[in-house]
């Protein structure tokens, strides 16, 4: 089994004004593509109709032999997810930049308690799924957890004929009691 496998995918970010009269525009990823072409950055690929298209692509989905517990707890769920993860940018036409797709949920609530940039959660393709779940199967199960024997302590004999310091008639009493 490999240590890790990798699946370039791409991103479809739309971009739409917002109905309020103090907000701004409305930045939404809204498309995860399988088999994505090449783009340096982020590019537009539609606009009209009060919205804006913008691809970026390839983006890297690594799934790593350690993390098959995390891959798991995601597939048992009623909806597969990945998650995409933007963070912040001074950049145009896009205001973020591509920090990664993951379907680890514990790595995107990392990054969702932080508080900075956009995490979107999206539905997992059919496509990117099976090969999860191919990649799942080949993990070795993982070992029983075996409960280990407790061992009953035997305390130290004294030695040299002093009394321990914290018991009655020891050191720390005896300072106590003369002053």
Do not use: C
């Not at 890790?4 to 995918?9: A, D, G, P, S, V």
């Not at 004004?17 to 090449?38: C, E, N, Y």
Request: proline fraction near 8%; aromatic fraction near 8%.
């Amino acid at each position: 089994m490999e240590v890790e496998i990798t699946r370039q995918l791409g991103v479809v970010l739309e971009k739409r004004k917002s109905t309020h009269r103090w907000g701004g525009d409305i930045w939404m990823p809204i498309a995860v593509l399988v088999d994505p072409p090449q783009t340096d950055g982020w590019q537009e690929i539609e606009a009209g109709e009060g919205r804006t298209l913008f691809h970026y692509g390839p983006v890297p989905l690594t799934l790593h032999r350690k993390l098959g517990e995390a891959y798991d707890a995601n597939i048992e769920t009623e909806n597969p997810a990945l998650w995409v993860m933007l963070d912040d940018a001074d950049t145009e036409p896009v205001p973020f930049k591509m920090r990664g797709i993951t379907v680890d949920p514990y790595e995107a609530m990392g990054v969702l308690d932080s508080g900075e940039g956009l995490v979107e959660r999206m539905p997992v393709p059919a496509d990117v799924l099976h090969w999860m779940v191919d990649y799942l199967k080949q993990m070795p199960t993982p070992e029983k957890f075996k409960k280990r024997k407790r061992v009953n302590h035997k305390a130290e004999e004294q030695k040299f004929g002093k009394t321990p310091i914290f018991e009655a008639g020891g050191r720390r009493e005896e300072q106590r009691g003369d002053g």
